[in-house]
Nanobody, 121 residues
Framework: VQLQASGGGLVQAGGSLRLSCVPT????????MGWFRQAPGKAREFVAG????????SYADSVKGRFTVSKDNAEKTMYLQMNSLKPEDTAVYYC???????????????WGQGTQVTVSS
């Protein structure tokens, strides 16, 4: 399984972006998936996660109320809608797939290549 993340870009503070993640390869259905981000000089951190069915979600405190994770199992696509973006949201955003939602990166088996999100002040 390979994951393709896209949708990053440069946006002003207060703006919005929507990231997409599409798994390719031999996969029958999407399992639990998550978004992580890594800013320069910082550790990779959990952003949001969604269960296989899409019925359960989890968010980092720093993005609650601003970001929304969703998935379309028919289209095999996961999304991260990011609103009210702040300069501190600047990072490379990665999508990942695993057996269940977790804030721990090591719980995810497959990772995308990352997409850059830059928020200017």
């Amino acid at each position: 399984v390979q994951l393709q993340a896209s949708g990053g870009g440069l946006v002003q503070a207060g703006g919005s972006l929507r990231l997409s993640c599409v798994p390719t390869g031999d996969t029958l259905s999407m399992r639990a998936m998550g978004w992580f981000r890594q800013a320069p000089g910082k550790a990779r951190e959990f952003v949001a996660g969604i269960s296989r069915s899409g019925g359960s979600t989890s968010y980092a405190d720093s993005v609650k109320g601003r970001f929304t994770v969703s998935k379309d199992n028919a289209e095999k696509t996961m999304y991260l809608q990011m609103n009210s973006l702040k300069p501190e949201d600047t990072a490379v955003y990665y999508c990942a797939e695993g057996a269940y939602i977790s804030s721990l990166a090591r719980r995810y088996e497959y990772w995308g290549q990352g997409t850059q999100v830059t928020v200017s002040s």
